[in-house]
């Protein structure tokens, strides 16, 4: 019970820090698409689209969330469970901190 408590807080909080904090997305999506220009809104490139699951820490904590339950042994119920609860910890917590 306590790795499972401990791999749902640990997901949200990394994806909350890697997506808000950190801004990991931003340098992926720069070398993915570079550093140009929109010709017609004039906003950098990498502004305009979306790389899921980097630049959204709903569906990052998923992932972290899914596959620290694997890396902890669970079954696949648990996995899902600890994914799961940890995406919906990531909105409580975005909530909370960015008032």
Not at 25 to 38: E, L, M, N, Q, T
């Amino acid at each position: 019970m306590g790795n499972a408590l401990f791999a749902v807080l640990g997901s949200s909080c990394l994806a909350w820090l890697l997506v808000n904090v950190l801004r990991l997305h931003v340098p992926v999506k720069r070398a993915i698409w570079g550093s140009g220009f929109d010709k017609d809104t004039g906003l950098p490139v990498h502004h305009l689209k979306r790389l899921k699951p980097l630049d959204c820490d709903l569906c990052l904590s998923w992932w972290i969330g899914l596959l620290s339950g694997a890396y902890l042994q669970k079954n696949l119920l648990e996995a899902i469970y600890i994914g799961a609860v940890s995406a919906v910890l990531s909105i409580v917590i975005n909530k909370i901190l960015n008032k």
